[in-house]
């Protein structure tokens, strides 16, 4: 059931927008409030595209997913792409590998309470309310211990996280942290809004975006490779999220949409632990 303002006191932040519940309203979820439905209405006026790069970038995530799989990944770190209603990490993970352990990091509140409730009877998921790229914090987080052995490769997940990071918290230092902690044969999976898209469109919606507490950094495309960094990249490469392994012909709308998001997969080079 999607959920209104009515349903909390304004105190827990219902009024507020948050960017993770309105990627699961564009999802097709029900973990919504008015005010997400009211911005992310708002901002599909303003660049009509936006819902379908949510959903490329979603689709994005699976095939990423799929290729960790491949690789014996069985341990992931989702690093602030919320817990949507929608195929959420676990489930897709999980159906394919029963024994797979996934750690969510959320700032937002009430997008946190929700992972918990989610996962109260799965005993090898679990979500942390933090900075998702507070790296010393989450990994040295109770729960992150009890579920991810770091002797062993982790898959870590940043899609469509880190472009609200600004460059001021040195987004690009936590992902090196991340980096120096994982072990070889782990892998980066990153999404990222592109600078060079900067149209009056996507102007609009920053400002949306800002107004309603959540500013977005779009970076340039040698900002994101630069995340990669002691990461050997995985065909093809950092490229368009619809440009990323896709499994059919993009429709002109998703072309267009597409062009608003760069992803890569990323491995730390070196043997796997046995």
């Known amino acids: 059931m999607v959920q209104d303002a ?12 948050s960017m993770a519940r309105m990627r699961d309203y564009w999802l097709g979820g029900s973990h919504h409030f008015a005010a997400d439905r009211t911005l992310a209405s708002n901002m599909q006026s303003a660049l009509p595209p936006v819902r379908e790069i949510i959903w490329l970038s979603r689709s994005f995530l699976r095939r990423a997913l799929r290729l960790l799989l491949q690789n ?4 992931f770190l989702d690093l602030g792409s919320g817990l949507s209603t929608v195929d959420p990490v676990h489930v897709v993970t999980q159906r394919a590998h029963p024994e797979c352990r996934v750690v969510y ?32 914090g989450v990994l040295g987080h109770a729960l992150t211990k009890r579920l991810l052995d770091l002797d062993r490769p982790v898959g870590l997940l940043s899609v469509n996280s880190l472009h609200f990071v600004p460059d001021s918290a040195d987004p690009a230092g936590a992902i090196s ?3 120096t902690a994982v072990v070889s044969g782990s892998y980066l999976v990153l999404a990222h809004g592109m600078v060079e898209r900067r149209t009056p469109a996507v102007e609009a919606v920053m400002a949306m975006l800002e107004q309603g507490g959540n500013p977005v950094y ?7 490779v630069a995340l990669f960094s002691g990461f050997d990249l995985v065909s093809p490469g950092v490229v368009e999220v619809g440009d990323w392994n ?6 002109p709308n998703e072309r267009e949409a597409s062009r608003f998001i760069i992803v890569g997969v990323g491995r730390k080079p070196g043997p796997s632990p046995r």
């Open 6 to 17: 009515g349903d909390s006191s304004d105190e827990f932040g219902v009024d507020t927008p």
């Open 72 to 75: 014996g990944i069985r341990q």
């Open 105 to 136: 990091v959320e700032k937002d509140p009430l997008t946190a309470t929700h992972g918990r409730v989610v996962l109260e009877n799965n005993d090898q998921a679990a979500m942390i309310e933090g900075d998702p790229f507070d790296a010393e």
């Open 177 to 179: 942290r991340y980096q």
């Open 218 to 224: 779009p970076r340039s495309r040698a900002e994101i």
């Open 246 to 251: 896709p499994e059919r012909p993009l429709h």
